[in-house]
């Protein structure tokens, strides 16, 4: 009898450990306070602007690289979001976030308020998927339809017509876990404003981590811009980051709430 119970026991740890509990917010962060903990479960979220390369929302042990490729472009600009999307069935998951991700088109004509025309207008004009077919051509690609089951890490890339940069272009890697999903989105091409370059290739960076907790899905945002001095002086990077990246987490929380 020992003989047959033992692989029976280790089987079921080797589930327990292959897929682990979901965690709840509140032992991910303790110590926030009750105002930050009301952003952090509000549509707007909570976030952090600074000039420094310190990371005040950090999931801890969240597994997956996302500090990392932050630091090493040395950023000027370091924006930090943290938000819970409630369940809005039971049933949602993972493969849910990764098929949201993947419908770019919804990104065209998400609004955003412009302080300079005192009125809400389009971020991107248009959104799709590209494939690359050389140095200088790109081609359109329709969203894909929803998959079956998630891949371990995949690389896709976007064409986004900026209403400021214009069309610009961006190369979004995908990567999974036992807990969450990293969905990474790096500029492959320098972002202008007219002729001017503003961010050069490489070094933008917006990285989302989404992981399933008790009770909604944690969506942990960051991005980071590395620009210099004068465009710096010319151009108030922090509120244009905080834009762009205001407006892909509502794209990903529609998403997820449909």
């Known amino acids: 009898m020992r003989h047959i119970l033992f692989p029976v026991v280790m089987f079921f740890f080797a589930v327990f450990a292959a897929f682990p509990q979901s965690r709840s917010f509140e032992s991910l962060y303790p110590g926030l306070s009750e105002e930050d903990r009301a952003r952090v479960y509000s549509e707007e979220g909570l976030l952090v602007s600074q000039d420094s390369p310190s990371l005040k929302l950090l999931p801890p042990l969240a597994g997956l690289n996302i500090a990392e490729p932050v630091m090493r472009r040395n ?104 807990r969450g999903l990293l969905y990474s989105l790096s500029n492959f091409r320098s972002l202008s404003y007219g002729f001017i370059p503003v961010i050069r290739e490489d070094r933008f960076i917006a990285q989302l981590y989404i992981e399933p907790l008790t009770d909604g899905f944690l969506v942990y945002s960051i991005a980071a811009a590395n620009v210099s001095d004068f465009i710096a002086s010319k151009i108030h990077i922090p509120s244009a980051i905080e834009k762009r990246l205001a407006v892909i987490i509502d794209w990903l929380a529609e998403g997820l709430r449909a």
């Open 75 to 178: 950023p000027s600009v370091v924006v930090e979001s943290l938000m819970v999307i409630p369940y809005s069935r039971p049933s949602l998951s993972l493969l849910h976030v990764y098929n949201a991700l993947g419908r770019v088109s919804r990104l065209k004509g998400r609004l955003y308020h412009s302080a300079t025309r005192n009125q809400n207008i389009p971020l991107f004009e248009d959104a799709t998927r590209i494939r690359i077919i050389s140095s200088s051509r790109t081609q359109p690609l329709s969203d894909p339809p929803d998959a079956a089951v998630i891949p371990n890490s995949e690389t896709v890339y976007l064409r986004l017509k900026d209403v400021n940069f214009g069309n610009s272009y961006y190369q979004a890697e995908i990567n999974t876990d036992r």
